[in-house]
Each structure stands twice: as C-alpha cells, then as structure tokens.
C-alpha cells in the first residue's frame, strides 16, 4: 500500500478500542497505577514506551514553541498555598457538579450523568425508527461505550416525540455549559435519575477539584496541589519581566504535572487525577494584540466551531484560513489566532489526523466571565471531540487579582515618546498626626491609604465630603479607622506623565499533554488489511519511543560482530534503538515490534557479514531497501530528524525483495 | 589565568554564599515560591537559567544512565494510596524527631538542634582558646551560618574541658545515626534546649514526612504525595520483567518530584518540600552481584568514607580505586562498585569539583534495616558535606513486602540447564468439603491457603500435627476460620525443580536533582581576581543555561542583518543562545552574562560585516580569537557537546587581541 493509502485506511477506519488498549497495555504503553493493590481509579504509571513517546513529545513541543520563540521556562511547585488559590477563584469555583444517590451513596457527575442518559434515548429513538445505519459501526461504539464504563447499562428502544429528540439535540450540543442549577432543573424536567435503580438523585452541588494537604508539622498552613501551572507563572511575573529587561510582549512556559481529584474519572487516559500539562502565558499589551509573525501563518486552513453555531445546536464546523478568522473577527485578535495556527501546527507534527482537528470556541456560559475569548483544540477519538488544548484570552484577571490581594504592582512601565497629561487621584497624608493617633500602627494605616486603588480613591474622597470623615479597615488592626480632612486630602489632579503604567493581558494556550498523546495513539493505530490481526502505531519517526529494530536474521554467532558494530554506529548519531535478537521468525519480531511503533528495521543477515550491506525496513509499508550500514542510518537520521519523506530519503538505496513478513 | 589556574581558584576558594545567593536570585536562576505572598518556606521556583540547567542536567543523565544501559524508564503518580505506603515502610517509620517548645509553641527537629548547639559550643571553646586561624574565613562561615537562619543566634566563648570537646566531636560525627530516644537523652544530658530562651523542650517525637490527602468524593481513599519515586518501580516489576522478555539483570529509571514535609526547612535548595528525583532500580540475581562492565570503571580513583572512620570520630577519608574498595569488601559487592563508579563519572561531567565529592558509607544504625550497604555520594558546600546521591543495595525488602501483601508473585523464573531435587512444603485441599462449609466464602479460603508461604506451611503443618486443627483469619470474612485434617493435608515433599525461582535483590542509585544542582552552582562560583565583584558561574558548557551569548558592537542598524544571519546558523546548529543587543558597553554586557554562566561570546563588529569573520570569548579565560561565523559555531559545536577542549577547538582560529573587559 502507498502511504497515501495506509492514510486513508487510518482515517476512515472505526477504532477498535479494545484491540488498541489490549495492544497499549500488552506492550506495556501505560498501565493502571497500584493495580497489584488494585488500582486507584483515574491514576496510570507510563511503561517506557508510553515514557519515551511522551518525552519525544515534550521535546517537540519545547522546541515549536519555547526554542522558537525565545520564551522564558519555569518550574514552579505543585504545592500551593490556600491563599493564592482563594484569590485565584479557584477555592470558590474550581468545582464540578455532583449528585450523591441518597439511598445507595453512590455519587455521579451530573453534566456526564445527563449526557449519558440522554444519549442513550436518542439511540433507543433510533433504534425504535429503524434508523441505526450500520449495525457492525454501531456494535463497535456499544462496545466502546461499554469499555467507558458507562453507568447507562442498558438502551432500550423507545421511540420519542420529534420535538423531544429536537430538545435533547440542543441540550448536548450545550452540555458543557450549563451550571449546576440549571442541571438539576434538567434532570427534573427529563426524569434523569440513577440509571441502574430508576431513583432520582438528590440535587446537584458543587465538588471542589483540588487535592487538599497541610504543610508544615503544625498543620495549620492549609495548602492545595495545583490544578494548573499558570498561577505559579503569573506569581513570578515581575522577575520574568524584569529577565527580559523589561521588554514586552513576552511569553512563559512551563512544562508539569497538575492535579485534579475527578469525581469518578472513567475514559481511561482522558480523564486522570494527576496529569501532564504544558503551558504557555504570553503577556501583551491590552491596547495591541497584534502579532509580528503572523503573517508566518495567515493562510493556515482550520476547521472553527464557532459558538452561534453550537448555540443552534450545531456540530458543523467552518473551514477557513487563520487570516480570515482573525480579520472577520471569528477569532478575536491575532495573537489568539496566531497561537491557534502554531497548536496546529504541533499537533499535525506529532501526528494527530488532521481530519480529526477542530478548534471549538467556548459558549458564553461556558467561559470564564473574566476571558475575551476562548477556543479549545478539540481531538476526535472513539469517545467523541475531546478537549486537548485551550486557548484562552485571560485578559488582565489573573495579574488583577493577585496585585490587588498582595498590594503589590505587576505591571508594564512604558517610556513615552510624547509625556501625556492625565487626570488622577491622589491622596496626601498629615503625616505629624499619624504617629500621635496611631502609634505603633502609624506606619500600617500609611501604607494601607497610599496604597488605595483610583476606584478607590474616588470613593473616599466622594465620602470625604459626604461625611467630613472616612471610615476603613485595615488588616492587623482591630476595629473601624476613622480619619477627617485634617489628616489626609484626596484630590484629583492633572499630572504630566512620562511613562505608560498598564497591567498586561494573557493569551494562555494550555496542552494536556495526557490527552493528546491519547488521541494520537487512537489516530496512528491500524491493522493490515490483508492480516487483521496484525495491529500497527503508525507513529511519526520524530516522536516514536524507539527508532530503529535491529534485527539479526538469527542468532547464529557470527552475526554478533556485525551486530555489535551497527550498534555503535547508531549510538553514536545518537539514534535511539532496540536490538531483537531473540531468535524467533522475523516476521513475528516485525510484527511485535510495530506493536510498539517503530518506524524502521535493519535487518542483518549473511549477506552483511561479506559485504556490510544491511536491509532497511518501512514500517507502515513494509518497503524495503538494502545499502550501507552507514547510507542506511544516514537515511534513517534524514527521514527521522529533517523531515525528509521515505522516497526521498531512500532514493540512492537498492530495491529489495521483501521476506516475507509471515508471522 | 590558565585553566588550571581558575580551577585551583574556583576550588580553594571560600564561598560567599550572600553574594552566591545574590547573583542566582538576582538572575532568577532561582526564587522562594509565592514570595509575593510571602513566601512559604522549603518551596523554590526555578527561573529561566535555573530551569534550563535543570533540563540540561536531566539530559545527562538520561544520556548516561538510561541510553547508555538500555534501562526501563517508566513514569509512575506522585498521588500514592495509603496501603502502598503502609506496606513499604513509609506510614510507620518515614519521620523525624520534632520537638515542640511547650511555652512559646515553636517547633524544632531535634537531630539538626543538637547539631547546630554543639557546633555552637565547639566553636565558642575556640574562641575561648584563641585557636580560630583565619579571621576572615570565619567571618565569612558566621555569615553563611547566618544566612542559613541558625536557630542559635549568638555563638560564646566559653572554653570546654578536653574530654567534652572530643564527645561533641564524635557525637557531630554520628549526628545522623541516633533515634529520638537517643537524641532525647544527648539533649536532656548536655542541656540542649531552645536555644533563644534556654527552656527544655519536650522530648523528641516522630512527625511522619509525608504530603497526606484524600483522593476522590467521598474522601474515603487517604493517599500520600509519594516520598520517593522508588515505590512506582517496584509495583511495575512484573511488567518491566515482561518488557525486558523476562531475562535479568535489568535497571529501570524514574526521573520525578517526590515531596517531604520537612519540619522547618532552612538552607535553601537543599532542604525543600517539592524536589526532583532521579533514581534508578536496578534488579539483579541475589546470588551474582558481578557486574559486566565493572572492568570498565575499575581503576576509578575515589574519596570513601566508610563505616568504621566515621564511628571512630574521624572524617578522613581514605583514597582508592573502585576495585580496590570491592576487592577489599570494603564496598559489599561489583554492581553497588559499578554504580558508585558511575555516579561519580556524572558528577563530575556536569560540574562538581572532584575535591569536594566523596562517598560515606551509612553506619549500622543509619541504615534502613533490610539494606546490605549503603554509600552517600556527598558534595561539599558551605552548609558542610550534603548527601547527594545515595547508593543502596536495598536487598530483595521492597518486592518481598508488596508480595506477601498482595499475595501476588514478583520473581523471576530460571530456566535450570540441570534440573535440582528441593524439598518443598506443599499443602492439598479436600475441595469438596470446602462449598458445604463455607458456601460463597469458599473461593477466598482456598485462596488464602494456596497462597501459605514455605515457613506458614511448616508452621500451619505443626499447628495441625499438635492441635489436630488449625485456626486462622481471612480477609474479608469475619471470625476465626478451623480446619481439621479431613480437609487440608499439610506435608514436606521432594521435587524436582526445571526452573529456579527467586525474588531479586536490588540495587538503587538515587539522586536529589536539586541538591546537585545547587552544589554545582557552589562549585563553578568564583570573582574574578583583578575585579572581585565580578562573578563567574563556570558551568561546563554542556549543563550551561545558554551556549552562546551573540553581541553586536552596539546597535547600529547596519550590525542586524549579519546578527540575524548567525543567529539562523545557532539555530539550524540547535545550539541555544541570546542576543543581547542592549546597547551597554560590552564589557557590561560580558559581565551580567559571566553570571549567567554563558560559556561562550561571539562578537559582531564592523569588520564582520565586511569579511563575515567574528570574535569568539571564552568565559572563564575571556581569552578571544577570530574567525569566519562557520568556522566559530564548529569550535562551539566541539567544545560544548565532544568533549574538546578550548585549546584543542580553537587551533586554527587566530588569536584575538582583546577588547577591554572594563565594565
């Protein structure tokens, strides 16, 4: 088959979940966390396939994005105090919707638990009309489903009103939406209740997401692992800008694991307790979201879903260039837009199926009420579109609320070319009178009014006037202050500034590197048409865990030598590789091995003792060359790390007749 | 100055740890996490540089330790169930002695207060004796004791009988052996109490090190922040072994945070909450320690350490090769020598002093009570000599206590060439009997009994000899459980064995990637003789943040082209680098980057723009020399990733009279 063939055949085929996860266990991809103690649910250990692919992966992304664009890395701690997370929101609002069960005590996720429910009616309507088109595509999803654990057990054929199917349509085109209100007024409306028992549940409330600990031997510093690496970035904002000499726009990256206590995770690797993310925080100017290279990558074509259309109850997307998305304002500026063609990018790189890409932009109820705009990366896989990457306008919130909670600047200060005049509100203390009155407090009390926002600042001096007094608070110092015209004077003057003073916004992609990997084994994984047994991990060469299979023919001893020598050739162009020389047929080592993904194989036999010829190998076409050891590992390093297709690469190469690749 | 010459400089050197710590922060290698909070203590963000040397270390290693011995490297959850941690060890025994201050609240660890009072009170009784040599070198240690928030503030001099010195002396030796019990009485017998108050504190007590949090809704699960990220390994045995087609010896290798809630953490980044990891496991038949490449390493010349000086109150250490010290049984066996070797040979290639390394075996009372030996790779700092990496052999404890746990198998089966007769304790069920007796709770009984081992065979086999019965407990069914001998036959059989089955014992090389680190930074500091505020950080270039700084003469629109030209070679090259276009004078420009640790400058100038040849600087010599871009980036390529010298990389390249240095 040409590639283009074997691309199709991945494309368009149905994913057979359990062949794949059967493949991604037996050879040891990953595997469910303490399952000699019976497992923890939502935890999974990387076996070193799993391990090398995600460190290839990782190693990508770190050069596409950080190399690329000289941004700055960090690596800030997974312990992270309450405080900083009750500023962030992430105390209040950082939760999903549960329902326990009263009778039985068992707990679902409500926005899953409605999903699930309706889903399973429209597929019982279905069935009811005669309308379910492929029974073997069908089998293939309950078995799917089935494998998710799903808590709808059974789906029974029942035939609904037209505009009930129309209802429940809309409500799962919206079902990340909804707040928990609203989702408990849906499971009234719909009778949605326990599954199994019929029962209704009781009312959903919220479940924070965030594991809880103490640090500390007192106990008494209470503290959260982090659901996410940003806060530690925009904690260190000012040393960051401060490393760029003060320059912007600039970005931060950091690459690292995150947490997230899920309610009851099923999906196998797509919904995890403990996970690998990769962030990015691009700060820049709220007046000029423009960007320098965006140019670079205008005519990208992506697939948009855009939120009116979700909103219709839609799921068909728009295919249009970055540069049109960005100019209709789809995309809200080009920056966003810019980050949105270079995710896709990466992940074509990596080998996600571009057909199976989309980028959806969240619904209004659905974003963060502080973000301008917001577009997730969406991968589709055997258990639908799947989030694996946002990108988010965070505005100036995060930055926002931490200076104002810790009153400490984190701002850009911008030399003027022309000094502008601006109106503004200060405050002057009598400051022989403070001492006196405050005593020990004195300096307290100073710091607390010459630290007042303008907001606030207008506000007393409105009730200055009102009141011929001001009454406040300040932290450490018990009881109500109160301070008249005599000590202090709050006015609005016109001022000749030099310098811009503003607080940055946030262009935040962020990559759940978890997920993604995920969605590309699902995407790369086939079997050979004329052998279905025979599954395949068509892997790009630049992130496959191993890159070549060495392959003595047998284990005859004189081919040790030879063996030996192709090995040091390989190390030392620093290609990773496996040596098989366990002596079972070389179709069954090749079979085993592109299992694991490997894109290539040399095979030594005789022939190379004599002459130092070898056979390479094509994994997904099984094409093969003989050459050189060194022509071969020169295509192999050509193909691998430069980009260079096979044809190309393997030009100089002889033809070679293929063994047979019998298992 | 030559090489050799900043080398002795570098090593002979007293550190100024403030002005050490001045420039890493003021460089954002390195900052305390959530400073703008605050801060909170034991928790350190890395910066830019901090975090590319970080990767550039994790690099090595990995090229080391995982490609160079084809190990397993897996990746394995910090999030760790309770049972996990019980089984291990960890729940009961992974604590330190506190003691807590009944007056004022405070909390202190205990070892670290006796240690600090009795390094006190030695120092004050040579003050007393006029016998402090050198006036500025201890100013400088009070400075870095300072630095470090000592809990004894003001050292006395007061004078000590003889035999008082030479007990302190041998007690600070074995400081790290003694229980709470002991340290409760070295405190109650030499009066040491909290040191600002003079008070007694209350007596030592155990305050367990780990992270504890509950995972999921219902908050039932207790689950642990892992200690170590050794337990993840262990619990993959029987896959890795299957990975690896069931042969051994094989290694696998974790690199990862782990967390310990440490009592009161001083001392910067050797004493942290949150840290990175990097062990490996290496598992081997319990009957051949031999290692097949010990020959390799076998002439490494070493500083040991070992058990009998250190109980001798010495710190002297003894000098030999490796295989002198395996030879001798001074270290127990060639693969815990093999490792040791090798640990050495990174240390060293990422920037220790080899001065200031050397391995101390564990004492008896030290050591975990399983582990057959134990050495410290030990790296001298300003706080003293800091353990590092450490080497156990662990025995075959961890896999043996999982095991009788789970009641799963984690062995390795032989193959024998010649079969052997054993005798073997096997016990034979009456299965018939056993549904009329215990109905549904038939299957966990027979479980349970085919599951004895060898020595609850032979004792199950004398309990029923003695009592015609035997009474035992299953888990999961209520009460006492009785069988007679109508249903159990208990005997002691000869067999003949095909396959030999044996738990293997393990070796583990464990390092703190954090205390490395800061060691390495300690060891590559130094002020430049004829400027002493000008510091150096002099990484080998390999583990150096950036490669290259790239510096225009000054930024005259005509110097950009040629600069963007030889930034695109770096690129293509993957050599990271800067441009520091800034416009301060170059010699301004060297000197923030010497802090930065930057091995290399190339310089642009006028005459580059004409004939295309530019400077090349070497940091540490700030020797130049001149040639085309192409022939400068080849020289970079040599020295920093071959392992060539200056000299030898830079022979056909023409000298270059210096710039001034003046900043």
Not at 460 to 489: P, R
Request: glycine share 6%; aromatic share 8%; net charge negative.
């Amino acid at each position: 088959m040409s590639a283009a063939e074997i691309k199709m055949v991945r494309s368009t085929a149905e994913i057979n979940r359990e062949n794949l996860e059967a493949v991604l266990r037996g050879r040891f991809f990953y595997a469910p966390a303490f399952d000699l103690y019976g497992g923890v649910s939502g935890l999974y250990d990387y076996g070193p396939p799993g391990c090398a692919f995600q460190a290839n992966v990782i190693d990508v992304w770190r050069k596409h994005f950080i190399l690329e664009e000289d941004m700055l890395e960090v690596d800030c701690t997974m312990l992270t105090p309450f405080e900083v997370l009750k500023t962030s929101g992430h105390v209040d609002k950082f939760s999903d919707w549960m329902c326990r069960d009263f009778n039985t005590g068992e707990i679902f996720r409500a926005d899953h638990l409605v999903e699930e429910v309706l889903e399973a009616r429209l597929k019982g309507d279905k069935e009811a009309r005669g309308l379910l088109e492929d029974a073997n595509a069908s089998a293939q999803e309950d078995n799917n489903k089935k494998k998710r654990k799903n808590k709808v057990k059974q789906i029974k054929a029942v035939k609904l009103e037209d505009d009930v199917v129309k209802e429940y349509e809309e409500i799962l085109a919206k079902i990340d939406g909804y707040s928990g209100e609203e989702l408990g007024q849906l499971m009234e409306k719909y009778n949605v209740g326990n599954p199994v028992t019929g029962e209704s549940l009781e009312a959903p409330r919220a479940f924070n997401l965030m594991f809880e600990t103490a640090i500390g031997p007192s106990g008494q510093l209470r503290g959260f692992l982090r659901p996410e690496t940003a806060q530690g970035q925009f904690l260190n904002f000012n040393k960051l800008l401060e490393f760029n000499n003060s320059k912007t726009p600039f970005a931060s990256a950091s690459i690292g694991k995150s947490f997230r206590n899920e309610i009851s995770p099923r999906a196998g690797l797509l919904r995890v307790r403990e996970f690998l993310m990769a962030e990015i925080e691009h700060f820049l100017d709220p007046e000029d979201k423009s960007h320098p290279r965006f140019a670079e990558v205008k005519d990208t074509k992506l697939s948009f879903l855009p939120r009116e259309v979700q909103q219709a109850g839609s799921t068909e997307p728009i295919v249009m260039s970055i540069g049109e998305a960005v100019k209709t304002k789809l995309v809200d500026n080009e920056t966003l837009g810019y980050f949105i063609a270079r995710i896709a990018k990466f992940l074509l790189t990596i080998g996600v199926d571009e057909t199976k890409m989309r980028f959806r932009q969240h619904m209004a109820n659905e974003m963060a009420h502080y973000a301008a705009d917001c577009w997730d990366g969406e991968l589709k896989t055997s258990y639908g579109w799947i989030e694996c990457v946002g990108c988010a306008d965070r505005s100036a919130y995060d930055l926002t609320v931490h200076s104002n909670k810790t009153k400490q600047k984190l701002v850009v200060r911008q030399k003027l070319d022309t000094p502008v005049e601006v109106k503004k509100w200060e405050i002057d203390l009598t400051k022989k009178l403070f001492g006196p009155k405050f005593r020990k407090d004195a300096p307290k009390v100073e710091a607390y009014l010459l630290n007042l926002s303008q907001a606030e600042l207008k506000a007393k001096s409105e009730e200055l006037k009102a009141n011929e007094k001001i009454i406040f608070q300040v932290d450490g110092i018990e009881g109500n202050l109160e301070l008249d015209g005599n000590f202090i004077t709050i006015e609005e003057r016109t001022k000749t500034e030099h310098v811009r003073e503003f607080v940055p916004n946030v262009i935040e992609p962020s990559f759940g590197i978890g997920r993604i990997i995920y969605s590309v084994f699902e995407h790369s994984f086939w079997n050979r048409p004329e052998d279905t047994a025979r599954s395949v991990l068509s892997f790009p060469p630049l992130v496959a865990p191993s890159k070549v299979l060495l392959v003595p023919l047998s284990n005859h001893k004189d081919l040790a030598p030879i063996t030996a020598q192709i090995s040091k050739l390989l190390r030392a162009e620093k290609i990773p590789f496996k040596v098989d020389d366990s002596g079972v047929s070389i179709g069954k080592r090749y079979a085993r091995n592109d299992e694991l993904g490997t894109p290539f194989g040399i095979t030594i036999d005789f022939a190379s003792i004599k002459d130092g010829s070898v056979t390479l190998r094509e994994r997904d076409s099984t094409k093969q060359v003989r050459g050189s050891a060194t022509d071969i590992i020169g295509a192999i390093r050509e193909i691998t790390y430069n980009g260079v297709s096979w044809d190309e690469g393997t030009k100089d190469l002889a033809p070679f007749v293929s063994q047979s690749e019998t298992v």
